[in-house]
């Protein structure tokens, strides 16, 4: 470091430089701010997928994608499915990601993370490999390359961001879609009441591959969803997150009732959030006072059709999925007692660098 004598002199230097005088030894220094300026410095220094994207006003999936790359951190590498993630955040020739970050074809994120922490390992780097997919390219057109990927054991954390629907080609249902939510191909109409089929139980199916750590989170409560990938970074091995991500455009409710609308979903017993070690049940979110489905239902237009009272079936469907939200609280043990167990200490010293470290 300078001497304090060679500081000041290159500072009245550069005062002289632009017309000013001298500094007077007595002149008060400027303030270094203590406190963040302005949205921007109050931001987290590091954050692996940017701002100014253009995911839609109140986009689940980007929230919990940025959670995701907070906690995570910045030695990292994306393989990305097609889907409203990888569209929004890279309209050639932008990108808003700053790791590097491959975008794979709809079926074959896992299969191409597999292929990337391969080649990691054959280099003696340690850099985790993260795979994306949305629940189309999850729960369905890629479930073949991800149990693969689960049961060769490569060391890849693999998150679904569970919008509940083909959202990047026109919402249309996927086997993550819940029962009666009408999508473009389930319609809700005189034929029928919405989708049909149930959501598939896909944690349930990760659990029968006996991989480390599984969980399920929510945009909801984001220090839950960053101590949960916080956790799996730390695991050498497979491990697996879902996150329900709403989405205003598909689920037809108001872009600035995302977090809310997700709440509910966990306060139900519709979205239960658990955790899984090989195959077993280790934590759960308790839920203290359920919610009626109802209350979760009615703020979306997706489920507006359950709510029409001149339809004997609405009340059927209703109650259909009350008993599936029963169902799950029974099965995971949802109800509550106690002290919460839910770890939200921590959130805020998430190790961080890369290329905004000591910006702020
Ligand atoms: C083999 C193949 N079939 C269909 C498509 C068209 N396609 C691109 S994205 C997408 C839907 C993605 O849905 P999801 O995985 O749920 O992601 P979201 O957009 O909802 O985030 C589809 C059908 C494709 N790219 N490749
Ligand atoms: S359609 Fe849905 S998932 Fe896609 S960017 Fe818009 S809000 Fe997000
Ligand atoms: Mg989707």
């Known amino acids: ?37 302005t949205l921007r ?33 910045p030695d990292v590498m994306v393989a990305n499915a097609t889907g409203c993630l990888e569209v929004f955040s890279t309209p050639w020739p932008q990108s808003a990601w700053r790791v590097p970050w491959i ?7 896992a299969a191409v993370a597999s292929g990337m922490e391969s080649a990691l390992k054959a280099q003696g780097k340690n850099t985790k490999v993260l795979s994306f997919g949305g629940d189309g390219g999850t729960y369905d057109i890629g479930f073949q ?18 919008n509940e629907a083909y959202m990047n ?39 029968a591959h006996h991989i480390p750590y599984a969980a399920s989170a929510s945009v909801a409560y ?3 969803l960053q101590r949960k990938v916080r956790y799996a970074m730390g695991v050498e091995g497979p491990t697996f997150l879902v996150i329900h991500s709403p989405c205003p455009l598909g689920w037809k409710h108001d872009s600035a009732l995302t977090i809310e609308v997700a709440r509910r979903g966990v306060e139900c017993g519709l979205f239960p959030l658990v955790e899984l070690e090989r195959g077993a049940l280790t934590n759960i979110m308790p839920i203290r006072n359920p919610r009626p489905v109802s209350d979760y239902l009615e703020l ?8 029409r009272k001149d ?29 919460d167990p839910v770890d939200t200490t921590g959130v805020a010293q998430v190790k961080r660098g890369g290329p905004l470290a000591g910006r702020n």
């Not at 300078?2 to 005062?15: G, H, I, K, Q, V």
């Not at 390359?145 to 569970?162: C, F, I, K, W």
């Open 1 to 37: 470091m300078a001497p304090r004598s060679d500081t000041s002199t290159r500072l009245n230097e550069l005062r002289m430089k632009h017309g000013r005088p001298p500094a007077s030894p007595g002149e008060p220094k400027a303030e270094t701010p203590q406190t963040p300026q």
């Open 41 to 73: 410095e109050a931001q987290p220094r590091f954050r692996g997928l940017e701002s100014g994207h253009r995911a839609c006003q109140g986009c689940g999936e980007a929230l919990a994608a940025r959670l995701v790359m907070e906690s995570a951190g």
């Open 103 to 109: 975008h794979s074809l709809f079926e074959n994120s």
């Open 145 to 162: 390359a991800l149990s693969g990927m689960l049961e060769r054991h490569h060391n890849v954390l693999y998150v679904t961001y569970d």
């Open 169 to 207: 080609t026109g919402i249309q249902r996927s086997s993550s879609t819940p029962h009666s939510a009408t999508t473009t191909t389930s319609p809700a109409g005189k034929e029928r009441m919405g989708k049909r089929h149930l959501k598939k139980d896909l944690l349930s199916i990760i659990a």
């Open 222 to 224: 984001p220090a839950d």
């Open 300 to 307: 979306q237009g997706r489920f507006a059709h359950l709510f």
């Open 311 to 339: 339809d004997y079936r609405a009340t059927e469907e209703l109650d259909h999925l009350q008993a599936l939200a029963d169902h799950n609280i029974a099965t995971y043990g949802l109800r509550g007692e106690g002290i």
